[in-house]
Structures are given as structure tokens and as C-alpha cells.
């Protein structure tokens, strides 16, 4: 048996391109799994290794990527199960305010959409950022100065902004009907979480004179 410092040792001397560890070889392919794309990419991947899906991949209506993406942020001290709880109560309620819309609306029924899963997507397309204003020191003085946001980033800020929003209203009301509200507003293009987003696009060009400093 090694001793933990000539252990420690061993590892330090490794170079820093090498992996300690890997399940799959590099030429295995990733999982697919959205059922749409299963088909399209059969003929590409029938002669390739692919990685098993993790467990918390699925292609139901409840556990999109989405909706993976919004159990993580949700989740707390690593209990998930109570994160996925709490979305499908949020789903259960956009749902059954939709139908109470629809029920009564006598006209412009065409107009209401009762699918929880495309209001959060709508709601987390219209709250998505595309700028952010990012401190450049020029000169001895900061500027703030206005840069594109990346994918992966503008979809987590609009959907950690739409769980600070229902997580700042009233503590006496639970968090899935916070949510849901919250979604309702985003995907009509109205609510805080869409006022923020305009606010920060306003200051952003506001400052759209330092957007030189992003490559000086």
C-alpha cells in the first residue's frame, strides 16, 4: 500500500493532458435522445459506440432539456426528486389556469395556448438576454463596456431570473404557484423578468459607446 504523500506525489508528476480516469473511450459517440433526432442520425451512428444516457435523460414531456436544465437550478441540498415535484405541480397549475381561460374566452380561443411545456419555452425565449455590460478597465478608469452573451448563458439567466422573481414574491404562497405566474407573464411578454431584461438591453446601449474597449 502506497502512502498517501507518495500518492499525492505520483499524481502531481502526471501531466496535465492526462485523465485519471474514463468510462468511455474518445470515439464514442454521445447519447441521442430526443426521438426526432433518433431517426435522423440512425444511419450515422448504426456503426458507432455510443455512451449510455445518464439517469436523469428522457424525451417526456415533463423532462425536456429544458426542463432538466430548470430542475437543476431548482434543486437544493441535492434533493431532485423534490425539485421535479415541484415543476410538475407548476406544469399542473399553468395547465389548469390555461383551461380556465379558454373555458372562458368566447372569442380568440385560437390565441391560448393550454401546453405548459411550450409557455415555459416562450417564456424562456422572451426572458433571454442577448447583451450584458461587463467592467473593462482602459486608462485607470472602468467602462462598462457591452458584450454578447454566449447560448448557454442567456438561457441560464433567463431562467435563474424567472426563479429569483417567483422566489422574491409573497413567502406565504408556494414556490409552483409563484412559478407558474411567473411563466404566464414571461410568455405574454409582460412581468419583471422581461422588465429586467429591457432594462438591461437599455443600458447596454446606452453604453454602446465603449464597445470598442472589447478589443483594444
Known sequence: MWSTSIYTQSILRLPKCARL???YPSHFAEP???KDSQAASRNELAHIPIKAATNDS????FFGVLQNKLVKYITKKGNRSLANELLTETFEIIKRTQIERYNLS?????????DAEKLLINAIENSRPLLQLSAIKRGGVK???PIPLTEKK???LAMKWLLDAAREKDRKVKLPEKLAWEILDAACGQGRVIKKKDDLHRQCESNRAYAHYRWS
Do not use: C
Open 106 to 114: 368566447k372569442s380568440d380561443r385560437e390565441k391560448i395556448i393550454i
Open 154 to 156: 442567456s438561457y441560464f
Open 143 to 145: 467602462y462598462q463596456v
Open 32 to 34: 441521442v435522445i430526443q
Open 21 to 23: 480516469m474514463s468510462m
Open 58 to 61: 428522457s424525451d417526456s414531456i
